[in-house]
């Protein structure tokens, strides 16, 4: 518990005057996790901390590489010293991996953050891709949409998006699922 509340106040200090909107969705982010950590089992607190700190790589300040999962997983795992759990679910959170191989980063990801395997890895793209921008709950087509259409044809995270749509529809399922199970 102690840990999620560090997570919490340090995604508010690096997001909530910087980056507002990305503050307003890492809190929605954040409580979805809550609501499906119980799924993960060990893992639950590793879960819900990446997912409050899951876009602190946006912040101007922590920008190195401009990939926002490897820059922030980096941070955590450097100046924060946040778990490994907790860094790898952010590096690789919502197909990052994807992203990765079209920025020319695939090495770095993969050597400095294993991908995490299982439920946890569904449950935080899961939470991101079922959260709007503002941090309202959504579906997760038009929140794929949403992003689309925000960063435009052609752009490298619009079409990193589009390839990982598939993936990133089926972690949503899995979760569902899951829940639907309990
Ligand atoms: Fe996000």
């Given at each position: 518990?102690?840990?999620?509340?560090?997570?919490?106040?340090?995604?508010?200090?690096?997001?909530?005057?910087?980056?507002?909107?990305r503050?307003?969705h890492s809190?929605g982010v954040g409580?979805k996790a809550?609501?499906?950590?119980?799924?993960?089992?060990?893992?639950?607190?590793?879960l819900?901390?990446a997912a409050w700190l899951h876009d602190?790589?946006?912040?101007?300040?922590?920008?190195?590489?401009?990939?926002h999962q490897?820059?922030?997983?980096?941070?955590?795992?450097?100046?924060?010293?946040?778990?490994?759990?907790?860094?790898?679910l952010v590096?690789h959170h919502s197909c990052a991996?994807?992203?990765?191989?079209?920025?020319?980063?695939?090495?770095?990801?993969?050597?400095?953050?294993?991908?995490?395997?299982?439920?946890?890895s569904h449950a935080i793209t899961y939470a991101d891709m079922t959260t709007t921008p503002?941090g309202?709950?959504v579906?997760v087509?038009?929140r794929l949409?949403?992003i689309?259409?925000?960063?435009?044809?052609?752009?490298?995270?619009?079409?990193?998006i589009?390839?990982a749509?598939?993936?990133i529809?089926?972690s949503v399922?899995?979760i569902?699922?899951?829940?639907?199970?309990?």
């Amino acid at each position: 518990m102690a840990e999620i509340e560090r997570a919490l106040e340090l995604t508010r200090l690096v997001l909530a005057e910087s980056i507002p909107r990305r503050w307003a969705h890492s809190q929605g982010v954040g409580r979805k996790a809550e609501a499906v950590a119980h799924l993960v089992g060990d893992d639950a607190s590793a879960l819900v901390c990446a997912a409050w700190l899951h876009d602190v790589g946006y912040a101007p300040d922590l920008v190195v590489t401009g990939m926002h999962q490897l820059d922030g997983a980096r941070y955590l795992r450097d100046v924060a010293g946040m778990d490994d759990l907790v860094c790898r679910l952010v590096a690789h959170h919502s197909c990052a991996f994807i992203e990765g191989r079209n920025r020319g980063l695939s090495d770095e990801l993969a050597r400095e953050f294993p991908p995490v395997e299982g439920l946890a890895s569904h449950a935080i793209t899961y939470a991101d891709m079922t959260t709007t921008p503002d941090g309202e709950p959504v579906e997760v087509e038009r929140r794929l949409a949403e992003i689309l259409s925000r960063y435009g044809d052609g752009h490298l995270v619009a079409e990193s998006i589009r390839e990982a749509s598939p993936l990133i529809i089926d972690s949503v399922r899995v979760i569902d699922a899951a829940l639907a199970e309990r």
